[in-house]
């Protein structure tokens, strides 16, 4: 039996099909050890029902682990042929190759909406150019990066791992960074006579509701992922999640009761 030890990544330099990138002319590859690929799927809670799609998979063992020891389906991209073919032969080995697959693929060709985790150890400039097409994602998906962050897209939770041999940069350490694409809910939504404007910058958000028997009321919190749990402290605030495009109302507040449902107003507007 072929045992996985560190985790091999190829993608710390990938070309943009149509104007390669200045770091394509090489290709390093970083060793990852064992518990730090481990401490990667843990963080995201990986188990038999998500599909894990890897950016710059190497030689497949994140895909591969995340079947073999958590139950997970998985797809590992990688630009270089021959680790790709080194991948499927190490699936075969390890006796999951019905539950993933490796492509040859740049990984801005590669189409992520089936994926429940992505997880990627890519340049800083790379995780930048990737954020937009992440945060289209199905809300509630995770994101997981090995020690580069999102910019402004600050992580949910991270995770110092120690990594006494590491052989890149002075720290002996990695950091291993967690997001849940947040719901997206920028604007007005309505609900008969109630009004819930919406403010938005990542993860956090800011509210205003009119419309209830008090004067209008606002509060901010974080999103996370579908849920958008109420402050903690100070006056009650309704408890939202977000549903197939809708808000519901989880835990009354604010005057509004449980069990409303607010819908995106159109064009700006709600229903008169």
Not at 44 to 59: C, K, N
Request: include cysteine.
């Amino acid at each position: 039996m072929l045992k996985y030890l560190p985790f091999l990544f190829a993608a710390l330099v990938l070309p943009v099909q149509a104007q390669p990138a200045p770091w394509a002319d090489e290709v390093p590859f970083i060793t990852t050890p064992d518990h730090v690929t481990l401490e990667m799927l843990r963080i995201a809670q990986v188990g038999p029902q998500d599909h894990l799609i890897d950016l710059g998979s190497g030689d497949g063992r994140i895909v591969i682990t995340a079947a073999r020891q958590f139950g997970a389906s998985g797809l590992g991209v990688e630009i270089v042929p021959d680790l790709v073919a080194q991948s499927r032969d190490n699936a075969r080995r390890a006796g999951v190759a019905e539950r993933v697959q490796f492509r040859t693929q740049d990984i801005f060709d590669t189409d992520l909406s089936a994926a429940s985790v992505v997880t990627m150890y890519l340049l800083p400039e790379v995780n930048l150019q990737l954020r937009p097409r992440l945060l289209r994602l199905a809300p509630g998906t995770r994101i997981v990066s090995h020690d580069w962050d999102m910019g402004g897209w600050k992580p949910d939770r991270t995770v110092r791992v120690d990594v006494p041999d590491k052989k890149v940069g002075l720290e002996k350490f990695s950091r291993i960074h967690l997001w849940q694409v947040p719901a997206p809910v920028e604007g007005l939504w309505c609900a008969g006579l109630l009004r819930l404007q919406f403010t938005q910058q990542f993860q956090q958000y800011q509210a205003r509701i009119d419309g209830v028997p008090a004067s209008a009321q606002a509060w901010q919190g974080t999103i996370q992922g579908t849920e958008l749990p109420p402050p903690v402290g100070g006056p009650l605030r309704p408890a939202l999640a977000w549903r197939d495009g809708g808000l519901d109302v989880k835990a009354g507040g604010a005057g509004v009761a449980a069990g409303t449902r607010f819908t995106r107003a159109v064009d700006g507007q709600c229903p008169a």
